[in-house]
């Protein structure tokens, strides 16, 4: 999937009204939940992860997920437009 996909997929996750920041995300049923949007975002960078279990919004276009085998990552969109996943420690 095109980077731009991406981009697009996390600007879902962004806009779904989330307006609180550094709170556990909850997710409404029948809607893509965040936490799934995370999981294919951290997926089509190659990175390890499962499903993401939780997330919790750092701020707007950054969030940190917890994944189901422990690893930790910050998912947001850069300064140029590009999303980013990095693994936090």
């Known amino acids: 999937m095109s980077t731009r996909a991406v981009a697009l997929a996390l600007a879902g996750v962004v806009t779904t009204g989330f307006g609180v920041t550094a709170l556990a995300v909850e997710e409404a ?3 893509v939940s965040v936490t799934q949007d995370l ?3 951290i997926a089509l960078h190659g990175l390890p992860c499962g499903n993401v279990v939780s997330a919790t919004q750092q701020g707007q276009d950054d969030y940190v997920a917890s994944c189901e ?10 300064a140029d437009g590009r999303v980013i996943v990095e ?3």
Do not use: M
């Open 29 to 31: 049923p029948g809607d």
């Open 39 to 41: 999981t294919a975002v």
């Open 69 to 78: 085998n422990g690893n930790r990552y910050r998912v947001f969109v850069g």
């Open 87 to 89: 693994k936090v420690d």
